[in-house]
C-alpha cells in the first residue's frame, strides 16, 4: 500500500523559499504525476503543480513563477520549492498521487497527511 | 482557467435522507472529473474518479454521474459518517477543483 509522507520547516519567513520534500514508500515514482495541493485555512483546495517527468510538468498559473517542482527517484521523493513566499502562503500542503492513463482519469487516489506551513516572521 | 462551480454551499439534511450535489463547469471536462470528501483535520479522500467510477472502498451509496459540464454526486442515504465536505476537481486542462459543498446535520 502506498503511503505518502510530508516534511519540512512549519515556519517559513516573508521572503523566503518554503521548501517541502515527500518521501513515497510501498510503491515507485514510475507512472504517476505527483502534485501538490494546498489548503489556507478556513479555504478550499488549491492545485500548485505536477510533475511527471523531466519532460511533463505543469504549474499553476497564478503560481509558475515562484514554483518548482523535482523527482529524486533514487531516494523515491519528490519536492516543492515556493520562492518569495508571503503570508497568502499560508496553508497545509498536501503531497498527492494523481493518475491519468489514456483516456481514463483515476484521480487523486492517495493523499498524505498534510503539513501545515505558516508565513510568519 | 476551467472554473468548478459546486451548489449548494451547504446542505442541511438528516441522516437517512437523499443528497444531491451539483458540480458545474465554465467549460466541458469531458469525464475528467473526480469527487472528494474531506472530514475536519483530515486529508480529503477520493470516492469518485473518471465521473461515475467508484474509487476502492467508496460505499455503494455513493454515486457519480454527468459528462461535459454538468455534473452530480448522490448520496442516496446519508450515514453519520458523510457528513463533511465534499469537492469536485477537473483534470481535463490543468486542474482546478470546486469551492466546496458542506453537507451537514440538519
Known amino acids: 500500500q502506498v503511503q505518502l509522507q510530508e516534511s519540512g520547516p512549519g515556519l517559513v519567513k516573508p521572503s523566503e523559499t518554503l521548501s517541502l520534500t515527500c518521501s513515497v514508500s510501498?510503491?515507485?515514482?514510475?507512472?504517476?504525476?505527483w502534485t501538490w495541493i494546498r489548503q489556507p485555512p478556513g479555504k478550499g483546495l488549491e492545485w500548485i503543480g505536477y510533475?511527471?517527468?523531466?519532460?511533463?510538468?505543469n504549474y499553476n498559473p497564478s503560481l509558475k513563477s515562484r514554483v518548482t517542482i523535482s523527482l529524486d527517484t533514487s531516494k523515491n521523493q519528490f519536492s516543492l520549492k515556493l520562492t518569495s513566499v508571503t503570508a497568502a502562503d499560508t496553508a497545509v500542503y498536501y503531497c498527492?498521487?494523481?493518475?491519468?492513463?489514456?483516456?481514463?482519469?483515476?484521480?487523486?487516489?492517495?493523499w498524505g497527511q498534510g503539513t501545515t506551513v505558516t508565513v510568519s516572521s | 482557467e476551467i472554473v468548478l462551480t459546486q451548489s449548494p454551499a451547504t446542505l442541511s439534511l438528516s441522516p437517512g435522507e437523499r443528497a444531491t450535489l451539483s458540480c458545474r463547469a465554465s467549460q466541458s471536462v469531458s469525464s475528467y472529473l473526480a469527487w472528494y470528501q474531506q472530514k475536519p483535520g483530515q486529508a480529503p479522500r477520493l470516492l469518485i474518479y473518471h465521473a461515475s467510477n467508484r474509487a476502492t472502498g467508496t460505499p455503494a451509496r455513493f454515486s457519480g454521474s454527468g459528462s461535459g459540464t454538468d455534473f452530480t454526486l448522490t448520496i442516496s442515504s446519508l450515514e453519520p459518517e458523510d457528513f463533511a465536505v465534499y469537492y469536485c476537481q477537473q483534470r481535463s486542462n490543468w486542474v482546478t477543483f470546486g469551492g466546496g459543498t458542506k453537507v451537514e446535520i440538519k
Open positions: 510533475m511527471y517527468s523531466s519532460v511533463n510538468l
Open positions: 498527492v498521487r494523481d493518475l491519468l492513463h489514456g483516456d481514463l482519469y483515476y484521480a487523486m487516489d492517495v
Open positions: 510501498g510503491g515507485s515514482l514510475s507512472g504517476y504525476y
